[in-house]
């Protein structure tokens, strides 16, 4: 092998190595910041991560929220007409927040069941509805006629 062959061998291997090395860093760092949605029927199903992070979307249930003395700390349940999850948020609702109205929060979830949520998103106004939430309380609709 001359050595004009040679060099060319050690840069082609060196670039090879060093894309390779910038795809799996890039993978990695997208598995770590992915936000998966679930629904509550999901959720009751055990599809959620018991471990991560992700979204989970649905209606406020009437007569569900409850606030803490301190104001602070509420808790509420939210479902997609077919199973219900119990969520407690500490912080500020957003103004929209109420009881029938679609929202998305994003946690995770603890051991008993019941998701921590660390963001509360509700819809800005009466007639759109997330995308998520829509598509789940459908879902769960055609379910429950089956």
Do not use: C, W
Not at 66 to 78: A, C, K, P, Y
Not at 105 to 113: A, E, I, N
Not at 118 to 132: C, F, G, N, R, S
Request: proline fraction near 4%; charge should be negative.
């Amino acid at each position: 092998m001359t050595p004009r062959r040679k060099q060319r061998l050690i840069l082609t291997l060196i670039l090879f190595t060093g894309t390779a090395v910038a795809i799996t860093l890039a993978l990695l760092a997208l598995r770590e910041n992915i936000n998966l949605f679930f629904a509550p029927t999901a959720v009751q199903a055990g599809e959620a991560p018991r471990d991560a992070s992700f979204r989970l979307g649905g209606m406020v249930v009437a007569g569900s929220i409850h606030r803490s003395d301190d104001g602070l700390e509420v808790r509420f349940d939210l479902t997609d007409t077919a199973e219900t999850v119990a969520v407690i948020y500490r912080g500020i609702l957003p103004d929209l927040f109420g009881e029938g109205q679609g929202v998305v929060t994003q946690g995770r979830l603890l051991s008993d069941g019941t998701f921590r949520a660390e963001q509360v998103l509700a819809k800005h106004d009466e007639t759109y509805m997330p995308p998520e939430v829509n598509d789940a309380l459908e879902k769960a609709q055609k379910m429950g006629l089956q």
